[in-house]
């Protein structure tokens, strides 16, 4: 269904390079580039030679083809079923576009078919009209390289204006929010776009420095045991940072990556696994941990 | 022997190693031990060759340890989705896909099979050693694309003609492509439409964003089908407490999706022992579609009820009439400045109540089916838990001892004698 060669990378490769055979070009490295930018590692030494040793009759030895038009294809049953799918997502509103022409296909699947069970229930409201708008203008302005005017409100309630270079929208699926990453404001990087009230091109002369500045990285080790399923409940919980495991006699050490603004949610991700997970580095990443029970002692729950 | 090649037949053999790879990454070669070493190497090799600078590699005693390590936050499209673009073909497969769609180039050149054949002859004439389709390969082939809706058939008297579907015309979609591609189930077949397009302009990075259900996306795919015409299926199911996969008969009933470990799993009714019940869908492969069932809507409806009652994935079925249900309740205490914990109780709450029980004191509580859902969930509050109860007691002695272990854990109580 979805694993099928009309979809390879080999098959979009040899699609462009007969494009560009068609349009008069006759440079192997072009070719080979084309490859290398649509295809694997190693397909350079698959696709151009099949094609010139004629495995592939699509191109002559004088590099010629018999297509007389630009491959095309037309949009597969699951492609249209995939896209009616997600036309019936509510943040397809956010982008302002009417996928038409789809009318009569049954989608893939609708929300009934799903169910995503431990979302927070406080996403951003994708159907608000404010909401909406806010979102296309940070769009349009990432899309053209413009800068921005923000006025929002901060957690303490308070009205904060910036104008900043907007580098990207981050969606977190956990959250369900959108949050715009921006340089150019010291103390405004992460903007939540539902705290926004105001969101403005900015068209003025003040030059906005966009160089984004480094990420602060820290790395934690954790002992991992491999009781009540920790060891695969871990390695799947943190799967999407980046991290490294090894086995140390009956236990698992798994270092993990993170970026230094998330370190509270990794210490209440760290605490969720109970004794199963020890931290063993950093120094001051444990004594968070530390300090959190402590706290918990003072409760006398036992 | 074979040849090595990049391409793969059968996604299931390295569905499994790709796991192994991202999700562990701690196995030495020797210790691939259900496949042989050449397969492990070949099947490495090729996940190289995908996923490039995503491999990595450390040296043991036991060996060298192959790894995938990607910050999902960083990798503005799912890497995984090349494995689901490198299915093998022959050269008869992609010469005549080629030219079949040169030859059937818009909606309005309709054809009948010996036309077609007439004409890939003239296509091939020009080369040294031209290859031959006869005439059942190429109608296998148009049979295929057929049902890919990609080539239509029209009858006209006893004769078969074809001709290319209608193109959708499509709007400036890169935007959209680039979000779902990576948050919608089965977000490769967004990545193939992308794969088409000239724009690659992104504008989206992903927080807390699992990437290993791309794996799983021809499964989910299947399943999605099933469901869309109430159909029971069969499907092979390898848990990780079986070492030889068992088949399973069930009416699958909806897709549960974590964003929080990035599992999926199917909530299915099985009828042999007449429960709804929860697979999960890495575990799954070969689902095969059968009759569809009148049973689909009741089924359906009754896990929409019982979800008011699902912390994770468990459900149980009612006894005497009556729901397995446990309780579970606890309560935190709340400093001055310090509303985002009722905040987050609200928010991440996924059933029960939140309870103010005084300017400083909240209580959470519900009944679950299954305690051992929530504990993860409960422990993210330890600094501030001030009373817990559980139904049932043995959950509850077991958190109490698991604090207690947290506690010698980091030395703040001694280690009994």
């Given amino acids: 269904m979805i694993f099928n060669e009309i979809y390879s990378a080999y098959y979009n490769a040899v699609a462009k390079i007969i494009t560009a055979v068609l349009d008069g070009k006759t440079d192997e490295r072009e070719f080979n580039q084309i490859v290398c930018d649509h295809a694997f590692g190693e397909s350079m030494l698959t696709v151009l030679p099949a094609l010139k040793s004629e495995k592939w009759q699509l191109i002559r030895a004088d590099m010629t083809t018999p297509l007389q038009h630009k491959p095309t294809m037309p949009l597969t049953l699951i492609q249209k079923q995939w896209l009616k799918a997600i036309s019936l997502d509510p943040r397809i509103k956010l982008f302002g576009v009417e996928l038409s022409g789809l009318e009569d296909v049954e989608p893939l699947f609708t929300p009934s078919d799903y169910y995503v069970y431990d979302r927070y229930s406080d996403g951003d409201p994708f159907e608000d009209e404010k909401y909406i708008k806010h979102f296309r203008t940070i769009l349009f302005a990432l899309k053209h390289k413009k800068n921005l005017k923000l006025e929002m409100v901060n957690r303490k309630g308070n009205a904060v204006y910036t104008r900043c270079v907007p580098q990207r929208l981050e969606y977190s699926e956990k959250d369900d929010k959108f949050r715009l990453v921006t340089t150019g404001c010291h103390f405004i990087r992460t903007v939540n776009i539902a705290r926004i009230t105001k969101c403005k091109i900015y068209n003025g002369d003040t030059v906005i420095p966009s160089a984004e500045p480094e990420v602060h990285l820290d790395t934690i080790t954790l002992r991992v045991s491999e009781e009540r399923n920790t060891l695969e409940r871990c390695m799947l919980h943190f799967a999407h940072f980046e991290k490294r495991a090894e086995k140390v006699g009956d236990h698992y050490l798994l270092h993990i990556k993170f970026h230094r603004d998330d370190e509270p949610e990794m210490v209440i991700r760290v605490l969720s696994f109970g004794p199963t997970v020890e931290v063993l580095e950093s120094e001051h990443f444990k004594n968070l941990i530390i300090a959190k029970l402590k706290s918990q002692k003072s409760c006398e729950l036992l | ?417």
């Fill in chain 2, 1 to 417: 022997m074979s040849s090595y090649s990049e391409l793969i037949k059968n996604f299931e053999k390295i569905r499994s190693y790709m796991r192994e790879f991202y999700v562990y990454g701690f196995k030495s070669r020797e210790e691939y031990n259900k496949k042989s070493a050449r397969s492990y190497d070949d099947e490495r090799r090729r996940m190289e060759s995908w996923l490039g600078d995503h491999m990595s590699f450390v040296r043991t005693p036991e060996g060298k340890n192959v790894f995938i390590s990607i910050d999902s936050r960083v990798s503005q499209h799912n890497p995984f989705y090349k494995a689901l673009k490198a299915k093998s073909f022959t050269d008869g497969d992609i010469t005549l896909h080629f030219i079949l769609f040169d030859i059937l180039h818009s909606p309005e050149v309709v054809l009948s099979l010996p036309e077609i054949l007439e004409k890939i002859d003239e296509y091939l004439d020009g080369f040294a050693s031209p290859m031959v389709f006869d005439e059942s390969t190429v109608r296998k082939k148009l049979k295929e694309y057929m049902e890919q809706e990609i080539i239509l058939g029209q009858k006209k008297g006893r004769k078969m003609l074809y001709h290319r579907a209608e193109n959708i015309p499509l709007p400036e979609i890169t935007d959209i492509l680039n979000f779902y591609s990576e948050v919608a189930p089965c977000g490769v077949v967004g990545s193939f439409l992308l794969d088409k397009l000239e724009e690659k302009t992104d504008s989206f990075s992903f927080k807390h964003h699992y990437i290993t259900s791309a794996m799983d996306s021809n499964v989910l795919a299947m399943l999605f089908k099933a469901m869309h015409k109430k159909c029971i299926v069969t499907v092979s199911n390898m848990s990780r407490r079986a070492d030889e996969p068992r088949q399973n008969r069930i009416i699958p009933l909806r897709i549960f999706i974590s964003v929080q470990n990035g599992r999926q799993h199917l909530l299915a009714y099985q009828p042999d022992f007449n429960v709804i019940k929860s697979f999960r869908i890495d575990y799954l492969s070969d689902v095969k579609i059968e009759e569809p069932t009148p049973r689909f809507d009741e089924l359906r409806a009754e896990l929409d009820q019982k979800q008011a009652h699902m912390w994770g994935v468990t459900v149980k079925t009612k006894r005497h009439e009556e729901e397995c249900l446990e309780h579970i309740d606890f309560t935190v205490r709340v400093a001055e400045n310090e509303e985002y914990i009722i905040r987050r109780l609200e928010r991440e709450k996924r059933c029960g109540t939140v309870e103010k029980l005084d300017e400083h004191t909240y209580r959470f509580s519900a009944d679950i089916y299954d305690t051992s859902e929530i504990i993860p969930w409960i422990r993210t509050f330890i600094c501030r838990i001030t009373e817990l109860h559980f139904s049932n007691k043995a959950f509850e002695t077991q958190f109490k001892k698991d604090i207690r272990a947290m506690y010698r854990m980091y030395g703040l109580e001694e280690v009994e004698a």
